[in-house]
């Protein structure tokens, strides 16, 4: 069976999109998976085993163009896939395999996509909450009506990158052989809202460089001045074991970064998703998001979420330019004190070698 995905386009969505991959593949032991998706993604798609081929989808994010997306479709046409998943809910996402006369176009309805699906699913948020969940239960012929009634396990995200790329990249970004590596990240798409304190990285970061370990910040370009701000409130002897990586990382170096760590402190992000991706411990902040439908999907994230006494629902696009105090009610003791909490369990973190 060869099949087609329309990839999502953020980051975290595609990591929980592989669980998707694994199951076609379990399913069906010699399907061909290609996927669709944004250039930016390419690198971190080619670090999952399940996919045959990566397509790069020539529209940035929000764009309509209906005529490119059918002259693009006779790329698809000529492959002869036998199905399509489309994995985002938009209307234009699924025009792509429509326009290529794929016989057979899987997804959740979504905006109304009568016709450009054939086998539409009707989705009941409260029956599935776990996004991961959803994209799973696409790899099924049978509709599958409820989460309760995927079968277990789930196979969940797991990235896989070679042992000697690892350790080469200590020496690419000039890191202390001798510091054992703690990552940051302290980046949010979504603005201050989801994001923990610049102030509160910096005083656990400050207690953890006084323990002996070196922190490297990870993000986006958009995330370096809070990483600047995050190093420039430690006191200047010890900022020489804080490193500034946010805007200076591809996304397969961030992954070599993160795989390189022994513990991880995140929001909830997109690297949140590749970190827990990679088996290592790791500390997801929540404040006004729900970890009950985008968690960290491995058994070594605990998470932390601050509790705010005001209900109020949340508008995430109109409240980008303040912390949120449900994040500011997450002292940097109490994270300090879980890291202590998971070392002592595991008795010793190794880092890769």
Same mark, same amino acid.
């Given at each position: 069976m060869k @099949?087609?995905?329309i990839a999502p386009s953020w980051i975290g969505?595609?990591?929980m999109s592989q669980g =998707?991959?694994?199951t076609i593949k379990l399913q069906y032991t010699n399907s061909v998976i290609h996927v669709v998706a944004p250039k930016w993604s390419m690198s971190l798609l080619y670090l999952m085993r399940e996919i045959d081929? @990566? =397509?790069e989808l020539p529209f940035n994010h929000g764009e309509l163009k209906i005529r490119e997306r059918f002259i693009f479709s006779k790329k698809l046409t000529i492959q002869n896939y036998d199905r399509a998943y489309i994995l985002p809910n938009s209307f234009k996402s699924a025009m792509i395999p429509f326009f290529a006369g794929i016989k057979h176009r899987i997804g959740w309805l979504?905006?109304?996509r009568y016709g450009l699906l054939n086998d539409y699913r009707i989705l009941n948020k409260k029956k599935f909450p776990l996004m991961v969940e959803r994209y799973i239960a696409l790899a099924y012929n049978k509709v599958i009506d409820s989460a309760s009634k995927i079968p277990k396990p789930l196979l969940l995200p797991q990235l896989h990158v070679a042992k000697n790329r690892v350790n080469n990249i200590i020496d690419q970004f000039n890191l202390f052989k001798q510091r054992p590596i703690i990552g940051f990240c302290p980046g949010s798409e979504s603005g201050l809202i989801k994001r923990w304190p610049h102030y509160y990285y910096a005083e656990l970061a400050q207690k953890l460089i006084s323990d002996e370990f070196q922190i490297i910040l990870l993000g986006s370009a958009k995330d370096y001045e809070i990483g600047n701000n995050i190093?420039?409130?430690i006191i200047s002897t010890h900022q020489i074991y804080c490193y500034n990586l946010a805007g200076k990382t591809s996304i397969e170096q961030v992954v070599? =970064? =993160?795989?390189?760590?022994?513990i991880i402190i995140s929001n909830d992000s997109g690297l949140m998703h590749i970190a827990a991706s990679l088996n290592r411990p790791l500390i997801a902040l929540y404040g006004p998001s729900n970890p009950k439908h985008t968690p960290p999907l491995s058994k070594k994230a605990k998470i932390m979420q601050g509790i705010c006494t005001n209900k109020s629902k949340i508008n995430f696009k109109h409240n980008k330019n303040d912390y949120h105090q449900s994040l500011i009610n997450i002292k940097p003791l109490s994270v300090y004190q879980e890291i202590i909490k998971i070392f002592t369990n595991t008795k010793k973190i190794s880092c890769v070698s």
């Open positions: @099949v087609v995905i969505d595609m990591m =998707l991959y694994r081929q @990566v =397509l979504g905006e109304m190093r420039s409130s070599l =970064l =993160l795989s390189k760590c022994c």
